[in-house]
């Protein structure tokens, strides 16, 4: 089972990306799992950025509300973040990792390599 990450890049300010994670190897679909995306900037804390539970449901933390959208596509087993009006501080390296329950109460048992995401002024 693995996850790969893709999409990151260098953007100003303002800008957008789409980030992909990519499922090889899954006995199940997308829609079994809770699928979310993390960040960690260096010298911070991982945190968790946005969720979507296996019925769909969708989780973001305060500070990319109405700029980052979570999806997936469950025919293709990929998971997505766009991420629009990009800030300085959005800068960091981007996980995308599964839980099996499928309530995103955790833990995420298994991660992707990450993909790096770098916001300049």
Known sequence: VQLVES????????GSLRLSCAANGYAY???TYCMGWFRQAPGKEREG???ITRYG?????DS???RFTI???IAKNTLYLQMNSLKLED???YYCATEAGGGCRGPFGT??????????S
């Open 7 to 14: 999409g990151g890049g260098s953007v100003q300010s303002g």
């Open 29 to 31: 679909t997308y829609d």
């Open 49 to 51: 950025v946005a969720n």
């Open 57 to 61: 449901s969708k989780y973001y933390v």
């Open 64 to 66: 990319v509300k109405g």
């Open 71 to 73: 999806s997936r596509d």
């Open 91 to 93: 800068t960091a390296m």
């Open 111 to 120: 991660w992707g390599q990450g993909t790096q995401v770098t916001v300049s």
